[in-house]
């Protein structure tokens, strides 16, 4: 990789040379196991809140339930107290980012990233022993924690170690290990279902691993340049610089951050210039992406798969086969976004992502609506129909609203309200995926086959949202956004009328120093 490809520029002015370095593809690897360990929660627990032995135990009531011959279909799984185990981790995940964003700016992105995996590693134990249901939820919320600082802390590390021409592809990394992370687990189900009382036990054991290879991995990782000159290291900023470019010319993108860096530091308290007026466009689309990410209805299926499949007359083990393939089209098809995204563009596939999953949506409530009644098991050959459609809905969402969730949020804050900023999308990230883990099996039960219809409705709003307000971010430096996309687009730009009287002093004095000549 190093000596490989010789990348220019993240400025329209500047060229800032760099190569794709072995190091910065390791330290990326290293660190999208934060993303892995997120996936490996999304995925594991859909699959032991199926398992027998595991409802046994923690959740006697939904087992009477789920083998009582009469019970609604809809409502087999429909228990208060099973829904806060999986969606317990993100109420953490939310309190954990606060801090996080807080420990990245004070003492780094490499520590908050061993922050998140002791965590992880805390509560994968606290899993694999649990007694009881206190003990289970509390082990459900060390992970919460250790999601919340990685999710926070990764995309950030990527982002700022990655030369500009390749930040796309690299941030993408973090989703493929996510989606890697849930096929994993779909995996791990799929064969500790078979082992009886304590498989569930390996299953959420499992946990660990990714987090002892991330902390292990940190070690061997380097510090961003940006956190490292932010908190005044310069000389080390500029010596890590050279090292992860791999060429020796990094003096314009050193004086670039040390710019940046002086201007964000003006800012002192980044959560207030946040409410300021020309915060508002990019913090409702860095945000609002997020909650539209999730009310595609994505963690329905990436919790719930396994219980889905039940409910549709599948057994335990033929439901966690198909929660592995529905995971395999999810990695692959993340794939596609990576060779893609700075080609078409954010919006185009946003919009034609939608379209793929909302049709996919329709046609499952309408087969549902019509073959699964209260009491009545789906014929074998639909339930496959089921299945498929939801693999064609997988592969939509993969390739758009997944991976550009994270992207588009942490692209379209300028410098100085960009951790606070992001620190907003993440969290907005986790609420809703707390809110749709908490409520789908009781909407389930309410809405039946409706529920369908209620997330295609979604993704109509979501799309003419995309068209009309959305931005297009492709191949825009980060550094002006503000210049050529804020202010440019027809709506968003009445926000900037008076934006050099809005944006402090200090800062409209660096941006208008005349910048070195090379
Ligand atoms: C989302 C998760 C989702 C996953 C599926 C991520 O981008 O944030 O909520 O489960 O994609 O691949």
Same mark, same amino acid.
């Given at each position: 990789m190093a000596g490989g490809v010789i990348a220019t520029g993240s400025g329209s002015e500047q060229d800032f040379p760099a190569k794709l370095t072995l190091q910065v593809f390791i330290c990326t690897a290293i660190a999208a196991f934060g993303g892995l360990m997120f996936g490996y929660d999304i995925?594991?627990?859909?699959?032991?809140?199926?398992?027998?032995?595991?409802?046994?135990? $923690?959740? &006697?009531n939904v087992y009477v339930k789920k083998n009582h011959a009469h019970e609604n279909n809809y409502c087999k799984f429909d228990d208060e107290y099973l829904q806060l185990f999986t969606s317990s981790l993100y109420l953490a995940a939310i309190v954990a980012s606060g801090g996080a964003s807080l420990m990245c700016k004070k003492y780094g992105r490499k520590p908050t990233m061993q922050a998140a995996s002791i965590f992880f590693f805390i509560g994968a134990i606290l899993n694999v022993s649990a007694m009881n249901l206190p003990m289970l939820i509390l082990g459900r919320l060390f992970l919460g924690a250790g999601v919340g600082c990685g999710n926070q802390a990764v995309p950030l590390f990527i982002t700022e170690i990655s030369p500009p021409k390749f930040r796309g592809g690299l941030n993408i990394c973090f989703q493929l290990l996510i989606t890697v992370g849930i096929l994993v687990a779909n995996c791990v189900n799929y064969f500790t279902s078979n082992i009886k009382n304590y498989g569930w036990r390996i299953s959420l054991g499992g946990a660990a691993v990714p987090a002892v290879i !991330?902390?292990?991995?940190?070690?061997?990782?380097?510090?961003?340049? =940006?956190?490292?000159?932010?908190?005044?290291?310069?000389?080390?900023?500029?010596?890590?610089l050279k090292r992860i470019r791999g060429v020796?010319?990094? /003096?314009?993108?050193?004086?670039?951050?040390?710019?940046? =860096?002086?201007?964000?530091?003006?800012?002192?308290? &980044?959560?207030?210039?946040?409410?300021?007026?020309?915060?508002? &466009?990019?913090?409702?689309?860095?945000?609002?992406?997020?909650?539209? /990410?999730?009310?595609?209805?994505?963690?329905?299926?990436?919790?719930?798969?396994?219980?889905?499949?039940?409910?549709?007359?599948?057994?335990?083990s033929a439901s966690l086969l198909s929660a592995v393939i529905t995971g395999t089209?999810?990695?692959?098809?993340?794939?596609?976004?990576?060779?893609?995204?700075?080609?078409?563009?954010?919006?185009?596939?946003?919009?034609?992502?939608?379209?793929?999953?909302?049709?996919?949506?329709? =046609?499952?409530?309408?087969? !549902?609506?019509?073959?699964? =009644?209260?009491?009545?098991?789906?014929?074998?050959?639909?339930a496959k129909v089921v299945v498929l459609l939801i693999c064609v809905y997988v592969n939509g969402?993969?390739?758009?609203?997944?991976?550009?969730?994270?992207?588009?949020?942490?692209?379209? $804050?300028?410098?100085?309200?960009?951790?606070?900023?992001? $620190? $907003?999308?993440?969290a907005t990230n986790m609420l809703c995926?707390?809110?749709?883990?908490?409520?789908?099996?009781?909407?389930?039960c309410h809405m039946r086959a409706y529920i369908y219809f209620f997330f295609?409705?979604? !993704?109509?709003?979501?799309?003419?949202?995309?068209?009309?307000?959305?931005?297009?971010?492709?191949?825009?430096?980060?550094?002006?956004?503000?210049?050529?996309?804020?202010?440019?687009?027809? @709506?968003?730009?009445?926000? @900037?009328?008076?934006?050099?009287?809005?944006?402090?002093?200090?800062?409209?004095?660096?941006?208008?120093?005349?910048k070195p000549n090379h």
């Open positions: 995925g594991i627990s859909g699959g032991v809140t199926g398992m027998d032995d595991f409802l046994l135990k $923690f959740f &006697p !991330l902390l292990v991995g940190s070690f061997a990782i380097v510090e961003t340049p =940006t956190s490292l000159i932010e908190r005044g290291k310069k000389e080390k900023g500029l010596k890590t020796d010319d990094v /003096q314009k993108e050193f004086e670039e951050m040390v710019r940046a =860096t002086e201007v964000a530091n003006q800012i002192k308290h &980044p959560f207030r210039e946040l409410m300021k007026k020309p915060s508002i &466009p990019p913090m409702i689309c860095g945000t609002i992406i997020h909650v539209f /990410q999730q009310f595609t209805g994505i963690n329905v299926v990436m919790f719930y798969a396994p219980v889905l499949f039940q409910t549709m007359g599948f057994g335990s089209v999810n990695s692959l098809s993340t794939v596609i976004a990576i060779f893609t995204v700075d080609k078409a563009g954010r919006k185009k596939l946003l919009v034609f992502g939608a379209l793929i999953c909302m049709v996919a949506q329709c =046609t499952i409530g309408v087969i !549902l609506k019509k073959y699964l =009644t209260e009491t009545s098991k789906v014929p074998n050959s639909i969402f993969a390739w758009s609203w997944g991976p550009l969730g994270w992207l588009i949020s942490s692209e379209v $804050f300028p410098l100085e309200t960009r951790t606070s900023g992001y $620190f $907003f999308a993440v995926t707390f809110i749709i883990a908490q409520a789908f099996l009781s909407m389930l295609a409705a979604w !993704l109509i709003v979501m799309s003419i949202f995309v068209m009309a307000m959305l931005p297009e971010t492709k191949g825009v430096p980060l550094d002006e956004m503000v210049e050529r996309v804020w202010k440019k687009h027809w @709506f968003w730009k009445s926000f @900037f009328k008076s934006s050099d009287i809005e944006r402090p002093k200090a800062m409209v004095q660096l941006e208008h120093q005349e």
